[in-house]
């Protein structure tokens, strides 16, 4: 029987694996969510600041600017991140931006802005699991639990200024 060395077994080599490997989410994968993520967050700081400015009840107008103080932080924790990977953080602004904008009805804006907080939700929770560094893992459930919030608190704003 051959003595064999641990030291290039797979077991003892696990933490040099790549992430891909281990089930977890590329660099470029990565890469690709968090600025997709971005786009959105800075869509969503646009339409709440635009829409705090144009609505006539203070309690929408309170709802869009805390909502917008949040995406505008959740572009700069995702622009932080890009960065820490060494990746540049996109520049554009997601297309939600323009179709939220277009809705002239303060309550269908906010439930479409709901809609897409939403989408938010189900992206974060089906990349999570997958996202292995421990610093932007609790960065984005932070962030989920925020726009759970956010569509909680926007729910019981549009059910009170319904006619």
């Not at 290039?8 to 992430?19: I, K, L, V, W």
């Not at 993520?37 to 869509?43: D, I, K, V």
């Given at each position: ?91 554009r ?9 277009a ?27 997958r996202v ?24 019981t ?7």
């Amino acid at each position: 029987m051959t003595n064999r060395s641990d030291a290039g077994s797979p077991a003892c080599s696990m933490h040099e694996a790549d992430d891909g490997y281990m089930g977890y989410a590329t660099k470029d994968e990565l890469v690709g969510f968090l600025n997709e993520l971005l786009e959105a967050e800075r869509a969503g700081a646009r339409v709440t600041l635009e829409t705090a400015r144009g609505a006539s009840a203070p309690q929408i107008a309170d709802l869009m600017l805390a909502i917008q103080k949040d995406e505008a932080r959740w572009c700069a924790m995702l622009s932080r991140h890009l960065k820490a990977i060494g990746a540049t953080p996109s520049s554009r602004t997601g297309a939600f931006y323009e179709k939220a904008m277009a809705i002239a009805d303060l309550g269908d804006r906010l439930t479409f802005l709901n809609r897409g907080q939403g989408w938010v939700v189900r992206k974060l929770r089906e990349a999570l699991p997958r996202v292995r560094d421990d610093g932007l893992h609790r960065d984005l459930a932070d962030m989920l639990q925020s726009h759970e919030v956010n569509i909680a608190l926007a729910e019981t704003v549009a059910s009170a200024n319904r006619g």
